[in-house]
């Protein structure tokens, strides 16, 4: 148990990106996302313009380059998935060394890198100026739907405590069981898939209850109103930054 | 007195056969505090459910303030009647604190700004508002319990059921508890396994067992009965003597 501000994701500060609404800042993720996806493959100057522009807000958020960088590491498996593309892919090739490497696949594995990089830069902003509630929040204040909202909520809140109930029976097995056989323990867990599956099943059940108990007619009420200032006009001059960026590598490609 | 809840006769009997309640009957006048006792089993969850129409019991019938449980009052009784559950998880199920105690008064489509007024009322009253905008999950245990009363009392209930109030709860966070429920002056059902805290609040007990009134009367006199006590399995900590100490 740890204090409020506690979310693995987040990053405690009270820069100008923290103080903004929660609201402003998905916008400004997904419309980054969206420059960084329409940019062409083989305009290199433009994911280097893109991440400059990703370097200010990392900026403005006050956030140390160590942690924004551990905090990249989340992409990881699509860095291994784009390494491997150079290998796979048809010709033509080029040599470097002893190795021959697919020149569209070594394309493709830049356009995963920089793109995959730059996006998840994006949402690591947003994550770590952002606590989880106010993300949601955000979104109610978008108009998502509030059922995709309130499964994202529950799930959210959900995971910590199953998570803590299945260490709980994992502890409780390996506290009696001492070594186990391979098969023994594919058995042990399986049946361990069952009772959490169980036991979430009658979670979600008396949860419902407590809904019913309190009025719930099939709508979750909505956040309220933001307490943060939603200041667009920075962020979408940040946003037309990039869009600029994306539009020029599109004409000059 | 005038009662203010009233049940009268009420049978339930589970879809697999098991007999949960058989013609329970009882009621709570206003202000009172009622502890309601009984070993594992004795049907007392199934009671504070039947309450409130979440399982609908085959005969028997329950009034709060002169409101008759069926359908068409559901919204009206479960406004009435506040339950608060054994688990906090449970109970908590919103992002934040502030919106898990505005969750019942939104449901009752109250204007914002009334939502809000009621909100912060609850929070104050259980003292919990400085962890208003806290996640559930970083709560204490004292903490979520008194969240979860607050996210009751936000709809302004005649009468507070709660379901185990201090399991789980170390020592001072029982005491601290019962501290909290003395100060609320809600009508309140507590539902228990905790005798100390049954004579320390409530001048009055129910004992169910079997899905059956077996004893309803002062809490102190009830403790004191060897024979009753044994008969229904309940047993007071080791070495604690109703005799000698002040009940209510």
Same mark, same amino acid.
């Given at each position: ?7 693995? %994701? ?15 800042? $998905?916008? /400004? ?88 990089? %730059? ?31 309130? $499964? ?6 959900? %995971? ?39 036991? /979430? ?10 809904? %019913? ?9 909505? /956040?309220?109103?933001? /307490? ?26 | 007195?005038?009662?203010? &809840? ?14 949960? =309640? ?13 502890? =309601? ?6 049907? !007392? ?5 039947? =309450? ?5 019991? #085959? ?6 303030? *002169?409101?008759?449980? @069926? ?18 998880? +449970? #109970? ?27 909100? !912060? ?7 919990? @508002?400085? #962890? ?8 204490? *245990? ?20 709660? +379901? @185990? ?8 966070? #029982? ?9 609320? +002056? ?8 905790? &005798?100390? &805290?049954? &004579? ?33 399995? =309940? @047993? ?13």
């Amino acid at each position: 148990m740890s204090g409020v501000h506690a979310h693995a %994701l987040h990053y405690h500060g009270h820069s100008p990106v923290h103080r903004l609404a929660s609201e402003v800042k $998905i916008v /400004a993720m997904f419309a980054f996302v969206a420059a960084v996806i329409a940019t062409p493959t083989r305009e290199v100057w433009a994911f280097g313009a893109l991440a400059a522009i990703l370097a200010v807000a990392v900026g403005l958020a006050e956030l140390p380059t160590a942690f924004f960088l551990k905090r990249l590491s989340i992409e990881l498996p699509f860095v291994i998935f784009a390494l491997a593309m150079p290998f796979v892919g048809v010709g033509p090739y080029v040599e470097v060394g002893s190795l021959s490497l697919s020149v569209p696949g070594l394309w493709g594995a830049w356009n995963v890198l920089a793109k995959a990089t %730059l996006s998840v830069g994006a949402s690591v902003v947003l994550s770590a100026t952002t606590e989880v509630p106010d993300i949601l929040a955000g979104f109610d204040r978008l108009r998502a739907p509030r059922l995709l909202t309130a $499964i994202a909520g529950f799930m959210i809140r959900y %995971l910590e405590v199953v998570v803590s109930e299945l260490g709980r029976v994992r502890t409780a097995i390996a506290a009696r069981l001492g070594n186990l056989s391979r098969r023994q323990e594919a058995a042990t867990l399986a049946s361990v898939a069952g009772t959490m599956f169980i036991r /979430a099943y009658e979670r979600g059940e008396r949860i419902h209850q407590a809904m %019913l108990a309190r009025g719930y007619r099939g709508t979750i009420p909505p /956040a309220a109103t933001p /307490a943060l200032p939603a200041r667009w006009a920075g962020t979408v001059a940040w946003i037309a930054a990039s869009w600029v960026v994306a539009a020029a590598a599109i004409l000059t490609s | 007195m005038t009662a203010l &809840l009233e049940v009268e006769d009420l049978a339930y009997t589970y879809p697999d056969g098991t007999r949960a =309640l058989m013609g329970v009957s009882f009621s709570v006048a206003e202000g009172e505090r009622v502890a =309601l006792l009984g070993p594992n089993g004795a049907g !007392k969850t199934t009671l504070l459910l039947a =309450l409130i129409g979440i399982v609908e019991a #085959q005969s028997g019938e329950v009034r709060v303030g *002169g409101v008759t449980l @069926e359908p068409e009052t559901y919204p009206e009784v479960r406004r009435r009647i506040g339950v608060v559950f054994q688990d906090p998880d +449970d #109970q908590l199920f919103m992002p934040t604190v502030w919106r898990d105690v505005a969750f019942g008064p939104a449901n009752l489509g109250l204007p914002a700004e009334e939502v809000e007024s009621r909100t !912060k009322e609850a929070l104050a009253a259980v003292g919990m @508002e400085e #962890q208003a905008d806290r996640a559930p999950h970083h709560l204490s *245990g004292g903490e979520a319990r008194r969240a979860a009363i607050a996210t009751v009392l936000s709809m302004r209930p005649d009468v507070l059921v709660l +379901d @185990e109030p201090t399991s789980n709860l170390d020592p001072v966070g #029982q005491r601290e508890l019962a501290e909290l429920l003395e100060t609320l +002056d809600t009508t309140q059902l507590i539902v228990t396994h905790d &005798l100390p &805290l049954a &004579l320390r609040l409530c001048p009055r007990s129910i004992v169910l067992n079997g899905g059956r009134v077996a004893a309803d009367g002062p809490t102190a006199e009830l403790l004191s009965d060897a024979a009753l006590m044994a008969a229904n399995r =309940l @047993e007071l900590p080791y070495g604690f003597d109703p005799g000698t100490i002040a009940g209510r």
